[in-house]
């Protein structure tokens, strides 16, 4: 898992989203540059420490989309994982105690044919930016 440093990426980060032009890729790199940094291509969604806090599952899509990866903006506590689902099937696990800036890319993306959904699990702390977009 790569750690996506704020301080040191984010501008960097942000200006290659608002300077890429569709097609554009930049395989080569694992930074925030790579396939999903294409303009108009991921959609962010922030699933919020309060909705973690209480236990409920955000529904990112209920239609079939791609997920290219998150940012955890506030460490994941409560001694369990974090599922990303598609409909109620667990695709990808964010561990207790993955750290604030934490990011991880899926290059490629990674399809889910139902639903994109993220469930808590009862975690107790945490705030996840998730890209994903439609299929």
């Known amino acids: 898992m790569a750690t996506f440093d704020p301080e040191n990426n984010k ?15 930049n395989e080569t790199v ?12 991921a959609t962010y969604t922030v ?28 460490v994941i506590g409560g001694s369990v994982s974090i599922a990303i689902q598609d409909a109620s099937t667990t695709i990808v696990s964010i561990p207790d105690g993955t750290a604030a800036d934490t990011y991880q890319s899926y290059t490629q993306g990674i399809r889910f044919e139902t639903s994109l959904n993220v469930n808590p699990n009862a975690a107790s702390t945490g705030e996840i930016i998730v890209l994903w977009r439609l299929i």
């Open 47 to 74: 699933v919020s420490g309060a909705s973690i806090a209480a236990d409920t599952t955000t529904v990112i899509s209920s239609s079939p989309a791609i997920l290219y990866g998150y940012i955890v903006t506030t």
């Open 11 to 25: 501008d960097r980060f942000l200006r290659s989203l608002g300077t890429r032009q569709a097609g554009e890729r």
């Open 30 to 41: 694992n930074d925030g540059t790579d396939y999903m940094s294409v303009v108009n291509e």
